[in-house]
């Protein structure tokens, strides 16, 4: 009935060793995989404005979040509560115990800081406290004003 010819029995070997070869031949499939978080670090429910009139010491709870390792510094503007060329000093304490951090200083010391603190842990969600406590109480009448910079740098982990 069908006479395979020299050409059709060619074209049919031709098309099983086509598909033995696929089916035996096994293909590696790499697939690179690849994402990106922004680093997020924050202080926060933080009271922008500690009163000191009426007591020596205050105490500050506040929030703490940074998703990756992170630097931290604590500086004074002024070096102290300032009421025009008077200057009160103040310590201050810092605490982030999650990362194990302490950082202690003196308003005068700490003027204008550039040193940081170096954290290797990521703390993720988390809290701490800040303690400022008066050295030189203030005598002369007037407004006190000072500002302490708490500055957070994360890092990229690689």
Known sequence: MFAATNRHKFLIALFFAAL???SMAGDNVKLALKGHIKTKCGISDIENEIDLSKV???TVNFGFYCNSP??????SVNGGLKN???I???SVALNIPKVGLSLTGDSEKIKNNKSVKVIDKIPFKSNGEITITL????IMAGVYKEILQINLYPKLIF
């Not at 992170?70 to 500086?75: G, L, Q, Y």
């Open 135 to 138: 050295i030189d109480k203030p």
């Open 88 to 90: 009160a000093r103040y």
């Open 20 to 22: 033995s070869t696929h």
């Open 70 to 75: 992170f630097d931290i510094s604590v500086s």
């Open 84 to 86: 025009g060329r008077y």
């Open 56 to 58: 020596n010491t205050k």
